[in-house]
């Protein structure tokens, strides 16, 4: 059984700072790659950012330059660094991983709220 464990969310105020990680455990013999989706009230679930084993990066367009998605493999752990945080950010922050031959696995989410 694997487990993705998400922390660092919070209320943070526009133009601040906040960092996610989470934490793979269980199970585990390969990881292919992490990422980061986000789901705001009555919308969709959308990527944010994914990274690869191999450290190949991805984001949304409306993350980039502001985002930073990181690993740590000798910890099985993936970052999000937000930076230049705007109400729009405001969302329920999903971890997922492909993880033993690709198959999928999600975290239970981290509350990440944007406001003065």
């Known amino acids: 059984q694997v487990q993705l464990v998400e922390s660092g969310g919070g209320l943070v105020q526009p133009g601040g700072s906040l960092r996610l990680s989470c934490a793979a455990s269980?199970?585990?013999?390969?990881?292919?790659?992490m990422g980061w989706y986000r789901q705001a009230p009555g919308k969709q679930r959308d990527l944010v950012a994914t990274i690869t084993s191999s450290g190949s990066a991805h984001y949304a367009d409306s993350v980039k330059g502001r985002f930073t998605i990181s690993g740590d493999d000798a910890k099985n752990t993936v970052y999000l660094q937000m930076n230049s945080l705007k109400p729009e950010d405001t969302a329920v922050y999903y971890c997922?991983?492909?993880?033993?031959?690709?198959?999928?696995?999600w975290g239970q989410g981290t509350q990440v709220t944007v406001s003065s």
């Open positions: 269980g199970s585990i013999f390969s990881i292919y790659a």
């Open positions: 997922s991983g492909k993880i033993n031959g690709m198959k999928d696995y």
